[in-house]
């Protein structure tokens, strides 16, 4: 049981104790433990992640009574509950056409989309990082940090062909080393 999940069972049993419902998932071995809290009447309360240091960070959460209540339970036990950092995938794309494959160049680069990535209940960020570029047809770019299509034909009368890239950012180093190790290892 890693220090987080110790942490996390403590914060757990003193939420219970509180009358709140709490769910821990553990979907990843990853250091950092998650904690999806109920009220008592099975309202959705909110997602939090608990580091080895004690910290606790909220994931998603609402914004109503109901957070008041989960947030002052947390302080009751001597916790500061602080907003979760951001993480994304930011997406480019990249077209090559016979003309621009001539020069050894591409004929359009762009920026396509940034996707805020937010773990459902039963997720944790790097299971739901690799959900979403799984869906999005991405595999591991052999020797880069990015994934990425793979060029395909998007045009056959022309011979446009299109790759898109996919970018992680604001991941944890162990978060990011976890996301590459699960495409490539599901790529075999």
């Known amino acids: 049981m890693t220090s ?13 104790e509180q009358g709140f419902e709490v769910d821990e998932v553990d979907a990843w071995p990853v250091s950092d433990c998650y904690l999806a809290v109920a009220s008592p009447r099975s309202d959705y309360a909110g997602f939090f992640r608990v580091t080895e240091k004690g910290e606790v960070f909220a994931i998603e959460e609402r914004q109503d009574d109901i ?22 995938i930011f997406v480019a794309y990249e077209i090559v056409t016979p003309e621009s494959a001539e020069y050894n160049d591409a004929a359009e680069r762009g920026e396509e989309d ?4 937010v773990p459902s209940y039963d ?24 994934f990425e299509t793979g060029f395909e034909v998007t045009d056959y009368k022309t011979g446009e062909e299109e790759n898109h890239t996919f970018h992680l950012r604001g991941f944890t180093d162990e978060e990011e080393a976890l996301i590459h190790a699960e495409m490539k290892r599901k790529r075999r």
């Open 4 to 16: 987080a999940k110790r942490i996390a069972a403590v914060i757990s049993e003193g939420l219970k």
């Open 67 to 88: 957070r008041k209540a989960v947030l002052a339970a947390f302080k009751k036990m001597g916790l500061r509950v602080r907003k979760d950092h951001k993480r994304t």
């Open 123 to 146: 997720e944790t960020f790097v299971s739901a990082a690799v959900k979403y570029l799984k869906d999005s047809g991405a595999h591991s770019a052999d020797g880069t940090d990015w």
């Open 114 to 117: 940034e996707e805020e990535i």
